[in-house]
Structures are given as structure tokens and as C-alpha cells.
């Protein structure tokens, strides 16, 4: 079963085993098969950093909720200082 995951949109509605079916390597790889042939035989271009921003943004974002905007807390999470977590909240606005 593959499915395409916009924005969190639908996630609620997935049983807590469902959610767990697929390790995140496999949503991602999955995601870029569909990036790369909506490209439609144009060439990419910027393909890691708009990974890594999209993944890393989304990491932040739920690391934060998950320890309820503890930024300490989160670093240690994450396995960062937490001067390099502020610095990447504020990159992503999320501070």
C-alpha cells in the first residue's frame, strides 16, 4: 500500500498500525518516484536541499509539539545543542 501524505492531510484518520506500516526511507523514496516522474522528462535540479528542508522542517515541527515547546528538551531529542536547534527553528520561522 502506497500512499501520498500532503501536509499531514489524512494522517489522523490512519489506525496507529497503519502509520507504522512503512519506515520513513521508504515514504520518502516513494515520494521522489512520484516527484521525479511528474517531472515529466524535465531535469531536476536542488533535489537534496529541498529533501532535507521539507524533511528537517517537518522533524523540527513535530519534535517541538512533541515536547510541548521545550527547546532543551527537543535538542536533546534531536541529539543537538540546543544553540544549533534555535538556529534551525529560526531558519524554518518556527521561532
Known amino acids: 500500500m502506497s500512499a501520498v501524505i500532503r501536509d ?12 507504522r506500516r512503512q519506515p ?12 521525479f516522474m511528474d ?3 524535465h531535469d531536476a535540479d536542488g533535489v537534496y536541499d529541498m529533501v532535507i528542508g521539507q524533511v528537517e522542517q517537518a522533524m ?9 515547546g521545550n527547546q532543551t528538551r527537543a535538542a536533546e531529542v534531536l541529539g543537538i545543542n540546543r544553540t ?3 538556529k534551525k527553528l529560526k531558519r524554518y520561522g518556527l521561532l
Do not use: F, N, W
Open 8 to 19: 499531514g492531510e489524512g494522517l489522523d484518520k490512519l489506525p496507529r498500525r497503519e502509520r
Open 24 to 35: 520513513l526511507r521508504a515514504c520518502v523514496q516513494s515520494a521522489l518516484e512520484i516527484y
Open 39 to 41: 517531472l515529466d522528462g
Open 60 to 68: 523540527l515541527e513535530s519534535v517541538m509539539a512533541h515536547t510541548r
Open 84 to 86: 544549533t536547534l534555535r
